[in-house]
């Protein structure tokens, strides 16, 4: 399954940020692969570096911070050196799709569901009226909205947590990525919530032939889908390997630690 090339390639990464009177470095100089059709869990405790790390990946940095040195290649490009909001629109959402923690930041309070979703198809699949509608509605249902024609007209607070992230991810497919990146997609989410939502993400990998970055700080859960984890501390990769090899042979003392705390 796996290419020796790597689809998405991190080299010596730095990140900082400008607070008041300081700088902070919070990526140290990070390497990583990802892999076509894998799923690569990044995890690490609260405080990392994870979402900094991946927002450098679709040009959404806080505007206090940098890339300071390093680099992103993907398709030939090096898109840590992208400047402008016209480069990185390329990437966004079209190459690389982001689902974030807290699904209300990512859907707009004041829409429908469907016409977001609708949005989405119009915008990247180039699709019109009844057509895109038809599409909407068509990966509502994939991503587990039932009757999604009776319920495309409703408004985000209308749906519970667990449905509003599978509006979201809906939306993240109707962009056609390469790339999935899921940011804590499931911490917001009661447990068998957070299950459903998992197994979807497996189930939509193999249909829609995706390559997914799992952000996570929890061991336990990232086990369930990815094929490979990377151990984050303090703004490097320490440990990758297959999940295998993370549980039963880590090299590293930090994931020992990590693993320690599993229940
Ligand atoms: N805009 C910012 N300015 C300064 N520091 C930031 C900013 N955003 C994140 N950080 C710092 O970067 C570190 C990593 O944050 P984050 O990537 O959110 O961690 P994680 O997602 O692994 O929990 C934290 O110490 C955080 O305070
Ligand atoms: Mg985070």
Known sequence: MREKKPLLSIEDLVIKFQLKDQIVEVIKGLSLNLYKGESLAIVGESGAGKSVLVKSLIGVLDKNGWIDAGKILYKGMDIAKFKSEDEWLKIRGKEIAMVFQEPMTALNPLRTIGSQVEEAIVLHQGLRGREARKEAIRILEDVGIKDADKLYKRYPH????????????????????QILICDEPTTALDVTIQAQILKL????QEEYNLTILYISHD??????????????????IIEVGNVKDIFYRPKDPYTISLLSKLP
């Open 219 to 236: 061991l336990g859960v990232v086990a369930k889908v990815a094929h490979r984890v990377a151990v984050m501390y303090k703004g490097k």
């Open 201 to 204: 993400l497996n189930r939509l």
């Open 158 to 177: 209308e749906f519970s947590g667990g449905m509003r992230q599978r509006v979201v991810i809906a939306i993240a497919l109707a962009c056609k990525p």
